[in-house]
């Protein structure tokens, strides 16, 4: 009786998980892209778990680098970029995947090119990239402003400074491997309470079991 009891409270478990998990990634698992970075960044809080895309047209570098975990277990890298928006404003922006990091890198060479006269316009197509907003970690906050430094890019010279972060690091299919990775929590549980169930039914029907060699 108790091992039913405790299967029926692991089966609810993963069907509150699961329950939870589709309700709060919905729009990340099913949705299309919202708005763009420049109409989500003002309203950042409406679109904070909804596709924003941004196409970037410059770029003045890698400034940072983090490692990318769900729920403390690392499963990547985070590089961080600074992205010249047509406006004259500098953004933050993050991608892991190989190829968006190497068409950054040639953005940021195009880019530099312009800058010093070498190219009459940035000879790279812009590229539009699929993210959520959010607000940087403090620590890659410390980076961001350096970087800014260093360029000697402040708003006291004319520049305007976002501090809105576009994640392009995760794709829909990740958020699909998190709700997996949780869910596998309380399935081996179901898994783990059916095995001693079926255990404890055979005992029953042959009690010389108990005194079996294990």
């Known amino acids: 009786m108790k091992s039913t009891v405790r299967l029926a ?20 698992m099913f949705g299309g ?6 109409e989500a960044e003002p309203n950042r809080s409406e679109y904070h778990d909804k596709w924003i895309s941004y196409e970037a047209v410059a770029c003045l570098g890698m400034f940072a680098e983090g490692e990318e975990s769900y729920s403390f277990i690392p499963v990547g890298h985070e ?5 010249w928006m047509e406006d004259g404003s500098i953004m933050p922006l993050s991608v892991s995947k190989k190829a968006d990091r190497e068409y950054l890198d040639a953005l940021t060479e195009a880019t530099y090119d312009y800058i ?13 990239f699929t993210g959520t907003v959010s607000s940087l970690d403090s620590d890659v906050v410390k980076y961001y402003k350096e970087a800014l430094t260093y360029l000697e890019i402040s708003e006291a010279d004319g520049w305007v400074i976002r501090d809105t972060h576009l994640d392009c690091s995760k794709t829909r299919a990740s958020y699909l491997l998190l709700i997996g990775a949780v869910l596998m929590i309380p399935v081996i549980g179901i898994v783990s309470t059916v095995v001693n169930l079926k255990k404890e039914k055979k005992k029953k029907e042959n009690p010389e079991m108990d005194y079996l060699p294990r």
């Not at 409270?9 to 990340?28: E, K, M």
């Not at 590089?79 to 992205?83: F, K, N, P, T, W």
């Not at 010093?116 to 590229?127: F, H, K, L, N």
């Open 116 to 128: 010093d006269g070498s190219t009459r316009m940035i000879e790279m197509e812009p590229r539009t």
């Open 33 to 38: 892209v919202a708005a763009t970075y420049e």
């Open 9 to 28: 409270v692991v089966s609810a478990i993963c069907l509150i998980l699961f329950g939870g998990c589709a309700f709060f990634f919905r729009n990340l």
């Open 79 to 83: 590089y961080y970029y600074l992205i």
